[in-house]
């Protein structure tokens, strides 16, 4: 089964850094485009990131791009978001993906 699991959220405040990963098991990584996307309070999910397989190429959101960046390690499986220069409309709950399956996301918070 795949099996994803975030990792990484927490309380920041509004200008900071964090960084999430996403372990991910069940499928070949490798050869596998993963997304990031996010999900605030009482909003809808928001696509937040995709990079290709390769981990050479990658897309974002225009709420995140050039704040937010996206890379993958297929030695161990995972997915990262480095995010920076936080903003309190970066609070949600964030989740990866791949294909149809999403795993447990982990919150953020930004906030003084």
């Known amino acids: 089964d795949v099996q994803l699991q975030a990792s990484g959220g927490g309380l920041v405040q509004p200008g900071g850094s964090l960084r999430l990963s996403c372990a991910a098991s069940g499928f070949i990584f490798s050869t596998s485009g993963m997304n990031w996307l996010r999900q605030a309070p009482g909003k809808g999910v928001e696509w937040v990131s995709y990079?290709?397989?390769?981990?050479?190429?990658?897309t974002y959101a225009a709420s995140v791009e050039g704040r937010f960046t996206i890379s993958k390690d297929s030695s161990k499986n995972t997915v990262y978001l480095q995010m920076n220069n936080l903003k309190p409309e970066d609070t949600a709950m964030y989740y990866c993906?791949?294909?149809?399956?999403r795993g447990q996301g982990t919150l953020v918070t930004v906030s003084s």
């Open positions: 990079i290709y397989s390769g981990g050479n190429r990658a």
């Open positions: 993906q791949v294909d149809d399956t």
